[in-house]
């Protein structure tokens, strides 16, 4: 389970299911394999991501999808953080002025 905080007031609360079927862990991979080849991430393109990297970026895309109401991106993403990053305890995001800095917090 990981909270998701904005700005210090919680926005979202996810708790992972007892199971994961094996179509969305088979989904969780080609996720993997997609951002193998690299993604954007704030001003830079990353070409050989790293673990932090990619829980960063998919925070970053699970914020679009609360932003969006996007409820496929939402669960989807915190899908992959929960399963990724087991002790993952809550995303800290604080915007200041259209800008946010993401705060991954385990326990």
């Known amino acids: 389970m990981f909270i998701v905080t904005l700005n210090h007031n919680i926005i979202h609360q996810y708790t992972e299911p007892k199971r994961l079927p094996g179509q969305e862990r088979l989904f969780l991979d080609r996720m993997d394999k997609d951002m193998d080849l690299g993604f954007k991430l704030h001003d830079g393109f990353i070409s050989h991501p790293d673990l932090n990297q990619r829980l960063h970026y998919v ?3 699970l914020i679009e999808g609360l932003e969006d109401n996007n409820q496929g991106l939402i669960r989807t993403t915190s899908i992959y953080l929960a399963e990724r ?3 993952l305890t809550a995303i800290d995001i604080n915007d200041k002025d ?7 917090q385990c326990g």
């Open 59 to 61: 925070a970053f895309k």
């Open 98 to 104: 259209g800008e946010k800095k993401v705060s991954l």
């Open 85 to 87: 990053y087991k002790n």
